[in-house]
């Protein structure tokens, strides 16, 4: 693993040549560990980074640019630091390539080692690029008359659906469903910036109160955490709190300094679907 100090929140030193070690990466285990998450984990997923800011210069001399697509599988002992990712991809800006498939190669080679783990990494040119779509497929939450009093994560408020009060026995309502939010907002940990996100949960079993899951996600406000630590702590709680016997939870957050972070988590599916939103 590159021995390197963490990036964020300093002022850096900008590269222009290729320089694999200013790459960091940070333990998984760090952010899991207050969680309670150790051993197996009770999901699986990857984390989906787009980077829409990548250029080198061919032999001749002529700048290329591309997006670059990079699924990282949540099971990796170590996760990329962005900062770092993007001072590392920015270094190649004034370096001569042989070929976009050399190219591939040099990033997956580096990243792979120092995530301990295998990557699937993609090249996109600009005409490639996903189309954004204005929102997930499902039902928005975002117009729900919630009341909301907690900005801090408030986990307690999520609750389920009781069956028909008149009913002899009240029997739970079961529910397959998709929704999402895009009100969705945290903080960064170290800088203390806000993170905007989409965020979607489908789920099989107890139907999970509308306002109670889009007042529980609107209580990360305030809260400090990377990516991909919240995504799975919104798992976790919801495993906890609602019992759902199938869960999904997949946030796309909007891009910072031309990357966006897209952590997927599920006990049902490994890959995330493709796409983007439209704030990304």
């Not at 285990?29 to 990857?46: D, K, T, W, Y």
């Not at 061919?58 to 990712?85: D, F, H, M, T, W």
């Not at 499902?138 to 009093?149: F, M, P, Q, S």
């Not at 957050?253 to 031309?258: D, L, Q, S």
Request: hydrophobic share 35%.
């Amino acid at each position: 693993m590159h021995k390197t100090e963490n990036p964020l929140g300093k002022q850096t030193r900008y590269f222009a040549k290729y320089s694999p070690e200013v790459l960091h990466a940070i333990e998984r285990s760090e952010s899991r560990r207050p969680a309670g998450i150790e051993g197996n984990l009770p999901f699986q997923g990857e984390d989906v980074w787009t980077c829409y800011e990548l250029t080198w210069l061919n032999k001749q001399g002529l700048p290329r640019v591309a997006a670059l697509s990079i699924r990282v599988p949540c099971r990796s002992p170590y996760l990329v630091e962005s900062k770092s990712l993007k001072l590392y991809l920015n270094a190649f800006s004034q370096e001569y390539i042989e070929s976009e498939d050399a190219l591939c190669r040099t990033i997956t080679k580096d990243l792979n080692a120092l995530l301990k783990t295998s990557i699937y990494l993609e090249l996109m040119a600009l005409d490639e690029i996903p189309v954004a779509h204005a929102h997930f497929e499902g039902i928005c939450l975002d117009k729900l008359e919630a009341e909301i009093i907690e900005y801090s994560r408030t986990p307690e408020l999520l609750e389920v659906k009781a069956g028909p009060k008149q009913a002899i026995v009240q029997e739970p309502i079961q529910k397959n469903e998709t929704v999402y939010t895009h009100l969705f907002r945290s903080l960064c940990p170290v800088t203390g910036q806000p993170d905007f996100a989409s965020v979607m949960v489908h789920y099989s079993g107890q139907e999970i109160s509308h306002q109670a899951l889009l007042a529980y996600l609107v209580s990360y406000r305030n809260h400090t955490a990377f990516h991909e630590s919240t995504v799975e702590q919104i798992f976790l709680d919801l495993m906890q709190y609602c019992k759902p016997e199938m869960l999904t939870v997949f946030a796309r957050f909007t891009r910072r300094g031309g990357v966006d972070i897209n952590p997927f988590r599920s006990n049902i599916e490994a890959k995330a679907p493709a796409g983007r939103l439209s704030r990304q």
